[in-house]
């Protein structure tokens, strides 16, 4: 049987030695016991941003613990308001962007890149889909981890000049970044 206090100790514990996996563990054990805690609940929330690398999570918890030692009841309540401010930011955020890209798409004749890749999967040739589309509509990408994989298939799939001329432009803005110079030798090999 878990101690809930004891529990919660140690979660705050971890937090503040930057040790975010064991306080969130921490935090759930007491969830599991104990579902409408708001403490373990926002710690988890805390828990959760400072391992996604969320600025501020930090600062909100030492707030926390702060306003705990004047008013745990109103310490809570203020914290819960914090989140569900920052979740809503974080949702207007996300509006802001996923507009502005569908309006692109309309405007430019656009897929992304995502739902172009549910293309490839389906007709289970990059190539092929790639060489249909290319001329005719624009393949918008608007994550990194896209963009590097967007690059691989178009060296896999001998696309190199048109491979090249996306790495010059990103590497004239990203010069130092390792895994486009790993695409860009990779290129070199394959091209010799």
Do not use: W
């Amino acid at each position: 049987m878990i101690n809930t206090n004891k529990a919660l100790a140690q979660a705050n514990e971890s937090f503040l030695k930057s040790n975010y996996t064991h306080a969130l563990q921490c935090f759930a054990d007491v969830l599991y016991k104990n579902p409408t805690s708001i403490e373990a609940y926002n710690g988890a929330i805390l828990a959760e941003m400072a391992m996604s690398g969320e600025m501020g999570a930090e600062a909100i918890f030492d707030y926390y613990l702060l306003l705990k030692k004047e008013n745990e009841d109103e310490a809570d309540t203020i914290i819960s308001d914090i989140l569900d401010s920052i979740d809503e930011t974080y949702s207007g955020i996300n509006a802001l962007f996923t507009e502005p890209i569908k309006n692109r798409l309309e405007l430019e004749d656009g897929i992304l890149y995502e739902d172009f890749m549910k293309l490839v999967t389906k007709d289970k040739d990059f190539k092929t889909t790639f060489q249909n589309i290319m001329f005719s509509t624009k393949i918008i990408i608007t994550k990194k981890e896209d963009f590097i994989s967007f690059l691989n298939n178009l060296i896999t799939y001998n696309f190199q000049e048109m491979a090249l001329s996306y790495l010059e432009g990103a590497l004239s803005l990203y010069a130092n970044d390792k895994e486009l110079r790993i695409l860009l030798e990779r290129l070199k090999r394959k091209n010799s």
